[in-house]
C-alpha cells in the first residue's frame, strides 16, 4: 500500500460565493504519477496551487507527509515546485532561465553541468539553446524550457498543470519521456492535470477525476449537458442535438448534468432490456500506461465520450459504433 503523501480533509476554496474546490476529502500516494482530470472550471488548478503550497484553503487541512503545512513552510519549500498552467519565462537566456531556481536555492557546484542535463531531459541541445532568449524560443521549446527549470531543481514533488497544453506532437512526447523518466527515480512524486485524456492515461498510475470542485469517486465517461427535453412520442428524456439524442431518466433541475461511469458504457453490441444506445463515431484510440488496457474517445450525438476496452478490441477512427449504457447508471452532478 502506498504511504499517503498528502491527505486533504474537507478542503474548500473559495473566489466569493463560488466553491472552486468543495469539501474534498482524498489522499494522494508518494512515488507515484497522479493525473488530475476534469472538465474546464472543475478545480483542477486550484487543487495544484494548494498542493504546492502556493495558496492556503479557506476551509479545511492540507497534510503534508501527516502534518499541515503552509506556503513557504521550510518542510516544503525546495521539496515540492510548481509548474503554472502559463509558465513564465524571464526575458533572459534559456541558460538563465534554467539557473534561475539554482541560485534561488543558493546552489552553485556544477551549475552549467546541471543546466545541461535538465535541457537533455526535455529534449533540447545546451549548445544550440543555452544562449537563445526567450522570444527566440517556439511554443513547445519554451515550455520545455519552463519544465526543465522545474527538473534542474531535483524536487521530490513534481507539479505540473497541463504541460502539454498548445504544445505540438513532438513536444509532447518529449514532455512525456521526461515526466516518466523523472518519475522513474527512487522517491518522486508527479501530479499533473491535462485536457489529453489520452495523454494524461499513458503518463498516469492513477487519475482523480473531478467536476464542479468535487471529486467524483469514478472515471465518467460521459456527461450529458441540457437542455434536456422530453420527446413527445415515447416521454423519455433524451439530451443531444439535431446530430441525434441520448436517453436519460428524468432531470431533477434544468441545470443538472449527467454522468455515465465509463465502466457502464459498452461499444459495438445492441443495448438488451433496460439499456439505451445511441451511434457513434471513434475519433482517437490509445493504450493506457502499461499497455494492458486502451481508451477510445468517440462522438455521440455532439457530445464526446471515452471508453475502455482491451487493446486487441479497439475499433479503428472514422467507424461508427452502437454504444450502449443501463438507463440505471446514469448519475445527476
Ligand atoms: N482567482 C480567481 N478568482 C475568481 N475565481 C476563480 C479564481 N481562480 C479560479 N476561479 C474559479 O474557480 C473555478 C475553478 O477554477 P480552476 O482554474 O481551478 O479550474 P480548472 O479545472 O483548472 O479549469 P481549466 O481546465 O479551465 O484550467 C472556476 O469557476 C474559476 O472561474
Known sequence: MDRPLYQLEEVSRCFGAARALDRCSFSIPAGRVTGIAGPNGSGKSTLLSLLAFVERPDEGRVLFEGREEHPFSPAVRHRVTLMPQTPFLLDRSVFDNVRYGLSLKKETTDVADKVGRALARVGLDFDAFSRRRRHELSG?????????????????????????????????????QAILAFAAQPGKTVILTSHDAAWLDSVSDEILFFFRGRRVTEKMGL??????????????????????????????????????PERCL???????????????????????????????????AGFPLTLSCPPHQLPEPGRTVRVSYPLSSVQWL
Open 223 to 260: 456527461l450529458l449537458f441540457g437542455p434536456f427535453a422530453k420527446d413527445p412520442a415515447s416521454g423519455a428524456w433524451v439530451a443531444g442535438t439535431g446530430q441525434g439524442t441520448i436517453a436519460l431518466p428524468e432531470p431533477p433541475s434544468a441545470d443538472a448534468v449527467a454522468a455515465v
Open 266 to 300: 459498452r461499444m459495438g453490441t445492441e443495448e438488451g432490456a433496460h439499456e439505451a444506445g445511441f451511434d457513434a463515431e471513434v475519433r482517437e484510440t490509445a493504450l493506457e500506461k502499461g499497455r494492458t488496457g486502451a481508451r477510445v474517445t468517440l462522438i455521440g
Open 140 to 176: 513547445g521549446e519554451a515550455q520545455r524550457v519552463a519544465l526543465a527549470a522545474r527538473l534542474v531543481l531535483d524536487p521530490e514533488v513534481l507539479i505540473l498543470d497541463e504541460p502539454t497544453a498548445s504544445v505540438d506532437a513532438a513536444s509532447s512526447f518529449l514532455i512525456h
